[in-house]
């Protein structure tokens, strides 16, 4: 099992994007559920706010960081994370790794049509990627027994879940013991990207940890979600500073 991280309480895997992909790979073989999670910043903040989110990330079987910011936390509070592990790298990866092992996939998220377009560029682009169902993300709670018969009829190994954190870690939650998918993944916005209908920042501001300036100016909306950017670095050095006259 890889080594834990504690940032502020929720306990990442330390692993690199290959150790990332190994471990995915090995829980297509078997045949139990597994809950895959990819908290940043803002949802570490989020986790300090509701116990019950913390316990919910911590009990993923893999938790891995998705933010240049979580990877300097770790590195400010003296237990570095081996790199960043966000979530839409490694669905991308999963979908190359199709060409060596054909997987199938069910995608549950988005607006009406998205899941639709995005399941039509991933056959495009990965032929071996077998998308056996989708749905988008506007359904009650008493639509949700109907949408696990689907899922569960189309045999998906990979259940890819973009309905937005945290409620799509608390949807996983809820239902993972009915899901018959050996990998279920919230994936917030990648169901979005590879739809076409979002666009990843620039790899120059991916690599200097800048997504959320590019996301800042694209939605510039999301202003108030992103306050939790500065705070999470506040209790970061702040944790840090508590932690040296421990010393």
Not at 171 to 191: F, N, P, Q, R, S
């Amino acid at each position: 099992m890889p080594e834990k991280i504690d940032i502020h309480g929720v306990k990442l895997d330390n692993v690199t994007m290959d150790e990332a992909l190994d471990i995915v790979l090995q829980m297509l073989n078997e045949n139990t559920p597994h809950k895959i999670f990819t908290p940043n910043a803002e949802i570490i903040m989020q986790a300090q706010r509701d116990e019950s989110l913390k316990q919910l990330l911590n009990s993923a079987d893999l938790l891995v960081a998705d933010g240049a910011g979580v990877v300097l936390a770790s590195m400010i509070l003296g237990r570095r994370l081996k790199e960043k592990v966000s979530g839409v790298d490694l669905v991308k990866r999963l979908l190359i790794n199709t060409d060596r092992r054909m997987t199938s996939f069910f995608i549950l998220g988005g607006k009406p049509g998205v899941a639709e377009q995005a399941s039509i560029n991933i056959l495009s682009e990965f032929p071996r990627a077998n998308v056996v169902g989708f749905q988008n993300g506007y359904f009650t709670e008493e639509e949700c027994p109907d949408i696990i018969r689907q899922i569960n009829a189309s045999k998906a190994e990979v259940l890819l879940v973009g309905l937005g954190a945290p409620k799509q870690e608390k949807w996983i939650d809820a239902h993972i013991h009915e899901l018959k998918c050996k990998v279920v993944m919230g994936v917030g916005g990648t169901i979005d990207v590879l739809a076409g209908t979002a666009s990843l920042a620039p790899e120059f501001m991916r690599k200097a940890g800048l997504e959320w300036l590019y996301r800042l100016i694209k939605e510039p909306y999301r202003y108030k979600r992103m306050m939790d950017l500065p705070r999470f670095m506040n209790l970061t050095f702040k944790t840090r500073f508590r932690k040296g006259k421990q010393a």
